[in-house]
Nanobody
Framework: QWQLVESGGGLVQPGGSLRLSCVAS????????IGWFRQAPGKDHEAVIC????????NYADSVKGRFTMSRDNAKNTAYLQMNSLDAEDTARYYC????????????????WGQGTQVTVSP
């Protein structure tokens, strides 16, 4: 059974950092790009950032450029989202998802999703 499980969310103060993890099971991460998405209450689902199977990153959201980075450890079947300089606008539920090989330019065509982890940025 395929699974993507996110973890690492929580409550953080503005200006703080968090690292989210996305652990895959039931399949090997080697052949997949992993994207992170988020959804805040009352807002649309937003594509944030992606890392290709080869380790190249694609930023979908201008608001996270220079603050969010992705990495991956295929040996651990895990992808990571490092989030720095967090502010209240980053408060959302964060989801990881997979797509074969490369990050789609349009942030679409991901075929499997995790359940998400909540990130709350508040004083």
């Amino acid at each position: 059974q395929w699974q993507l499980v996110e973890s690492g969310g929580g409550l953080v103060q503005p200006g703080g950092s968090l690292r989210l993890s996305c652990v895959a099971s039931g399949f090997t991460l080697d052949d997949y790009a992993i994207g992170w998405f988020r959804q805040a209450p009352g807002k649309d689902h937003e594509a944030v950032i992606c890392i290709s199977f080869a380790g190249d990153s694609t930023n979908y959201a201008d608001s996270v450029k220079g603050r969010f980075t992705m990495s991956r450890d295929n040996a651990k079947n895990t992808a990571y989202l490092q989030m720095n300089s967090l502010d209240a606008e980053d408060t959302a539920r964060y989801y990881c998802a997979r797509v074969r090989w490369y990050c789609p330019d349009n942030g679409m065509n991901y075929d499997y999703w995790g359940q998400g982890t909540q990130v709350t940025v508040s004083p």
